[in-house]
């Protein structure tokens, strides 16, 4: 393989890039043009104008598209055995010419699949792979691998330029250094569940996102009607990974957390990890069938309702038949509550018409069928008769059946006869106006299945929902208020960061309030505010942390189970996460029919921090295989032990010097939750506050700092559910240097092995 860039080379590449930009400028220019033309379309009528907001989107998006690729353009060539020459970018360019040449081909088109693909001993037809280094518009170097049979390519040299840069707190595409084994599973042919298991830093988001590119443009128009939902463990990960598809010209794809697939709820309440674990158990499936059919009641007695033209009789036999034929029905709670009603209007009618007496000769009713309608439409049209028939089956929002479920013991014991006093203990809660928390909403959106829609239920949700968005709206208004009210002309970076939170909070309220007036809305658009939306395909990312309610949300919302799931079992941390394997997690829903693929090279860690990383693992699994580390770098990972009361100033000494170490890159503090508010204050207050994180674990789920310190492993480990699989997430975040800060003599034992740092003094 040869490296660098020839002169020769470098003018050459430099000339045929300087002619893709222009044929980029001449596309957004003609875009630009064709889209300012469908806007002033005039003289339209109703179907005029919505066929033009149909058009002016679709090229807006264009537009859009055009502009994601400007960064990194193109970034590969293939020089083929019979003298073709192919340019990989990030979309396929055609020239202006009558012929339409091809003078870039999509990364993701069969054509480019060779830039990926090819080796020494499977040459795929290539003859030279030709990396090109861009900065701008501008050509920085060019990279050849010769594929000339003799010998196996040395060490991928933009491979390892691409994972020793330095991070920025945004995860960026990897479309240029795309590895085989990657490859082989983004562009999986596999239309079910596709299983990616791998250990942290294998790439396993990274592939999952570029999987969702390639469906998108394999099957643009099935997925541009259906969408694409990913699912990711908190919001700070969903914006750590919300640039790469647009950077690959990709929009028009859902991002969402578990919490936030239920629309017009914000799960927003904190939740006791034991609560959250019971949330999550797949019997809760059963607990809330069996709490739905708890308000199906049947009165012990007879009892007599009075309204406007007298007395009905209503009889405990007769509404336990009415409800046996509604439950099997087989319509969900309040559709069926249609046919409780009808049955017991009839057997109201018939007590009623009997107090009129009989003929003594066949025992029929005196009354004709003319009195008999009369009787009935009266007792439909009483407000006493529908009071108490409601009572007996009453329509149910998901919300009310969850909310009266929670505070009442009795129902819960009726409902939840399998789990604990204990148990059931932790899922009481008082009548409050603290709203859902994550774990709720699985059982919200469960909750809404076995009710079913029904014309009046819709309104009182929609209403719940008005009701719950004001009430976040006025919160929202409150906290703005405070943070204008409370504004310094230097406040730091604690309290800017609570005002952004009330801005994006509004913003996303008016963002709603304006795509509901939209019909032109993308898939992804319309998917979010729909909880029945179908979606063509579903990306699970951290798919460890899901409990099993939450599973059956995903499973709805993908009727196709075209699935990428990706995870690491090692890594679980969620209180009703996975313990098992990936056929416990899927089998409930997709037998044995799903497949699995491994990815082994751990693209994050140097390899002296993932041989820490490898006993934590060993200590948790034994039988697991750590990944292979890449590369390694010559920072050796320490540890330093200090006095409890110096914890905090000690982390935040070794950030600054981290920070003064590297003019660039992130810098992250983990730790336990408890200790993350005065770790944040300590950055905060030393300066640190824009180039440090301060996190508890369950946060840094996914990402990654150039640099991490791990405050506190043995409170990381004792804080977390699963013992060190919080310790081990912890460890694995850094692409460059780790350092642990231990309060006891010695750390967990496999950290134990560190040494101090070179200068000791913290
Ligand atoms: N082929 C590649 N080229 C360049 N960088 C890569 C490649 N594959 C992975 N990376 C980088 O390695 C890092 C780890 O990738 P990623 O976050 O996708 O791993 P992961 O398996 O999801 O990790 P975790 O289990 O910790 O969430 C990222 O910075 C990613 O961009």
Redesign the pocket.
């Known amino acids: 393989m040869s490296t660098g860039g020839r002169a020769g080379d470098l003018t050459g590449e430099q000339a045929y890039l300087t002619r893709l930009y222009g044929r980029l400028d001449e596309l957004r220019a003609e875009a630009g043009a064709r889209l300012e033309g469908v806007l002033a379309a005039t003289g339209l009528g109703h179907q005029g104008l919505a066929e033009r907001d149909v058009a002016a989107d679709e090229l807006a998006r264009r537009a859009a598209r055009l502009d994601a690729v400007e960064n990194g353009l193109c970034f590969g060539r293939l020089d083929m055995d019979d003298d073709e020459r192919r340019y990989v970018g990030r979309m396929g360019i055609l020239d202006g010419s009558a012929d339409f040449e091809p003078l870039l081909i999509d990364w993701r088109a069969p054509a480019a699949r060779p830039f990926y693909a090819a080796t020494a001993r499977s040459t795929e037809g290539v003859r030279r792979r030709r990396h090109i280094r861009t900065s701008g518009r501008r050509v920085t170097g060019v990279l050849d691998e010769e594929f000339d049979g003799l010998a196996e390519p040395a060490g991928d040299a933009a ?1 390892l330029a ?2 020793d840069a330095a ?1 920025t707190g945004r ?4 479309v ?4 085989k084994e ?1 490859d082989d599973i983004i562009r999986s042919p596999h239309t079910g569940v596709l299983v990616v298991q ?12 570029h999987r969702a590119a390639y469906l998108l443009y394999t099957q643009r128009e099935r997925l541009a009607r259906s969408g694409v939902l990913i699912v990711g463990p908190n919001t700070t990960f969903l914006r750590y990974i919300g640039d790469v598809l647009p950077s690959l010209g990709e929009s028009g794809v859902l991002l969402a957390t578990v919490g936030e697939l239920y629309p017009g709820v914000r799960a927003r309440r904190p939740e006791a990890p034991a609560a959250a674990e019971v949330k999550g158990r797949a019997a809760m499936a059963d607990v809330l069938a069996a709490a739905v059919r708890d308000r199906q009641e049947v009165p012990d007695a007879p009892f007599d309702i009075v309204y406007d033209e007298g007395t009905a009789r209503l009889d405990p036999g007769d509404c336990a038949e009415a409800r046996r034929v509604a439950r099997e029905s087989g319509l969900p709670h309040n559709q069926a509550a249609a046919v409780f009603r009808e049955l017991a209007l009839a057997a109201l009618a018939r007590g009623v018409a009997a107090q009129f007496g009989q003929d003594v000769l066949d025992g029929s009713s005196l009354l004709t069928a003319e009195d008999l309608e009369i009787i009935a439409a009266d007792l439909a049209a009483s407000p006493e008769v529908s009071a108490a028939l409601d009572a007996l089956w009453p329509r149910l929002t998901p919300q009310r059946l969850l909310r009266e479920l929670y505070v009442s013991p009795e129902r819960l014991a009726a409902a939840a006869p399998g789990l604990t006093a204990e148990e059931r203990a932790g899922l009481l809660r008082p009548l409050d106006r603290l709203g859902w928390s994550v774990a709720d909403v699985p059982l919200l959106d469960e909750a809404a299945e076995l009710l079913g829609d029904d014309p009046a239920v819709l309104r009182a949700a929609e209403e719940e929902a008005a009701a719950e968005r004001a009430e976040r709206l006025a919160l929202a208004g409150e906290a703005l208020d405070i943070a204008y009210g409370s504004r310094t002309t230097d406040f730091d970076d604690g309290e800017e960061a609570e005002q952004l939170a009330a801005f994006d909070l509004i913003d996303a309220e008016r963002l709603a309030e304006r795509q509901a007036e939209r019909d032109t809305r993308d898939a992804a658009e319309r998917a979010a505010a729909d909880r029945t939306w179908a979606f063509g395909h579903v990306v699970v ?2 798919a460890q942390e899901l409990s099993a309610m939450a599973w059956r949300v995903l499973m709805r919302r993908c009727p196709a189970r075209s699935m990428t799931v ?3 079992i090692a ?1 679980t941390g969620a209180p009703g996460g996975s313990r098992g394997s990936w056929a416990d997690v899927l089998g409930p829903h997709v037998g044995s029919r799903f497949r699995r693929a491994e ?1 082994t ?4 860690l140097p390899a002296r921090i993932a041989a820490v990383a490898a006993a934590v693992l060993h200590r948790i699994d034994p039988a697991a295989r750590p990944p292979r580390a890449v590369r390694d770098t010559p920072a050796e990972p320490w540890r330093l032990a200090v006095p409890r009361e110096e914890l905090v100033a000690a982390a935040v000494r070794r950030a600054a010097r981290e920070c003064a170490g590297s003019p660039e890159g992130r810098v992250a503090v983990l730790a336990p939750a408890a200790l993350v508010p005065a770790l944040a204050a300590g950055a905060a207050a030393a300066g640190l506050a824009d180039r440090v994180d301060v996190l508890d674990v369950g946060r840094a ?4 700092f150039d640099s991490v310190l791990v405050a506190d492993p043995d409170g990381i480990a004792a804080a977390s559910p699963r013992g060190l699989n919080d310790l081990y ?1 912890a460890l ?2 850094a ?1 460059q240097r780790l350092g642990v800060l231990h309060t006891g003599r010695t750390p967990p034992e496999p950290l134990a092995l560190l040494r101090p740092p070179a200068a000791a003094a913290g």
């Open positions: 491979l691409a994972v991070r995860m960026s595409d990897i240029a250094t795309i590895q990657q791998g250990g942290p830093g294998t790439g396993k988001t990274a592939v999952a996102l990312d951290e990706v995870g690491d890594q990815l090279v751990n693209y994050r789920k996914g990402l990654e997430v694995t975040r692409t």
